[in-house]
């Protein structure tokens, strides 16, 4: 098997890594990976008390007392489109990105 890659119009191959994974013990939830991401890949979420995913709604402040942090995680990972900005503006480095096999 072969990675997906892509000839541009220069003529260069280029082998585009989608996100693999995210470290959601190093993620502060800060939500600028959410903010850059155009293609609906990445959705907050709150950790419980139990550690329990719950997922956050961004307008609801009410909901704070339900989980004890925030975290991201990777809800639509089909969606990605390999340009990795999730990874740029992490502060945490939490992102992991790979080339797909075709």
């Known amino acids: 098997m072969a990675a997906f890659s892509v000839t541009l119009p220069s003529g260069e191959i280029w082998t585009p890594k989608f996100v ?30 139990d550690g329990d995913i719950v997922v956050v709604d961004p307008d609801n402040e009410d909901d704070d007392e339900e989980y004890e942090r925030k975290v991201m995680t990777i809800s639509r990972q089909v969606n990605c489109v390999g340009c ?10 939490c992102y992991t990105h790979a080339p797909v096999e075709v």
């Open 20 to 49: 693999s994974s995210l470290n959601q013990e190093t993620c502060i939830g800060c939500a600028r990976c959410v903010k850059v991401c155009a293609n609906d890949v990445l959705q907050l979420a709150g950790v419980t008390e």
């Open 84 to 93: 990795q900005a999730c990874s740029k503006v992490c502060p945490k480095k």
